[in-house]
């Protein structure tokens, strides 16, 4: 390994120390670096080895922080896994990290809060209102349906 490819090994080691990281991510941040093709790809399989990339750990960890902290259902977190080149198997592990107890509290809770800051004598409306902002925290619409239908 020439001293070019290490000192990016060195800079990319510390970039996924920082926090956790897509192949795509380092990818991206070695060609800003001037390092790509058959000499990036070494050094991404280097960080594999050395355990500093792994995308099944990114994704469980990416599922369960924008779950926890941000609210966001299981539709918006696949949609931006995927962007993130997240597919497949780790994908598929990655919302199995939420519990399905869990998971349902959070959108009665979020629809409870979501519900207080509305000020509308139609309940129709109201409940529009619910749908459309549980949607856009990619929730399930038959979920959403359900925890609303068990409300009224």
Known sequence: ????????????????????????EVRDRLKEWGVWGDDAEEVI???IQQNYLNEERFA??????????????????????????ITG????????EIEPDDYRQTLVDLLDRKRRSLNDANPLVIKQKLIRFAMS??????LIFAVLGADD
Do not use: P
């Open 60 to 85: 469980k960890s990416f599922a369960g922080g924008k779950f926890r902290v941000k609210g966001w259902g299981k539709r918006k977190i696949k949609q931006h896994l995927q962007q993130r080149g």
């Open 89 to 96: 198997y780790n994908l598929n592990e990655a919302l199995k």
């Open 1 to 24: 390994m020439t001293d070019i490819l290490k000192d990016a090994l060195r800079k990319a080691a510390m970039f996924c120390a920082y926090q956790e990281r897509t192949q795509q």
């Open 45 to 47: 399989a280097e960080l």
């Open 137 to 142: 925290r990619g929730y399930e619409s038959d």
